[in-house]
């Protein structure tokens, strides 16, 4: 098979559009579409001075709120969170690989945060910084495309660079681009194909705690 083009957005920032075909994203989906439905229901974050995010998350190995991980929700109903599935290592590292041309290293995320975004869903500049561990991001979107901004690790503001990330795209961040700054200021409605039969946009980001 040919290589998908890559290309290096920052040093150890990759985009590989198209990396997910139709039937893994499918799978994907109706996975990620079954973790939002328990042990710990999809919701909507709400921060610690009181601001509620826009994107509506459910994690996955461990459980994410606003700023550290834990085994249990215990900001949403207290259930510890679902396993995470070696079939979304393997993914992870096949992940990886692609995205730098070179081996997986052994690369084990240990938890997923997966995003839903309808319509005015978005996501302010951050950085991936709660782990306790450099090992790269891994995200694939699914759905509706969107405006990914990628910037760098000294600022919010610029210098970034603005990516549009389609249905089935990978994006990896590790290495000297791990703690860039990065969000998501627009989805585009509606340009999610047919064939997916969903509304809006899904994005899974997986990570290694270090815990
Ligand atoms: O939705 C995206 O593409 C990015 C999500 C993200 O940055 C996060 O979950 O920390
Ligand atoms: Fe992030």
Not at 64 to 80: E, H, I, K, M
Not at 110 to 136: C, V, W
Not at 159 to 175: A, H, K, M, N, W
Request: hydrophobic fraction near 40%.
């Amino acid at each position: 098979m040919m290589p998908l083009p890559r290309r290096e957005v920052a040093p150890g920032a990759v985009h590989v559009p198209g990396w997910l075909d139709l039937d893994r994203q499918l799978d994907l989906l109706a996975a990620c579409r079954a973790w939002a439905s328990g042990p710990v229901p999809v919701r909507h974050t709400v921060l610690p001075r009181g601001g509620v995010m826009s994107v509506q998350t459910v994690c996955v190995g461990w459980h994410w709120q606003p700023y550290r991980y834990t085994r249990t929700a215990d900001d949403v109903n207290g259930a510890r969170v679902a396993e995470f599935p070696a079939w979304m290592v393997t993914l992870g590292r096949e992940a990886l690989a692609a995205a730098y041309d070179r081996p997986d290293d052994g690369y084990t995320p240990d938890t997923a945060l997966i995003n839903f975004y309808d319509d005015q869903a978005r996501m302010g500049m951050h950085q991936d910084k709660d782990e306790r561990s450099a090992a790269p991001v891994v995200s694939l979107s699914i759905g509706d495309a969107c405006l990914f901004r990628f910037g760098n690790t000294g600022t919010r503001g610029r210098p970034y660079t603005d990516i549009r990330l389609e249905s089935g795209d990978l994006f990896v961040f590790g290495g000297p681009s791990r703690f860039a700054y990065h969000g998501v200021p627009k989805v585009y409605p509606g340009t999610a194909g047919p064939s997916l039969g969903m509304k809006g946009r899904l994005n899974v980001t997986m990570r290694v705690t270090g815990l």
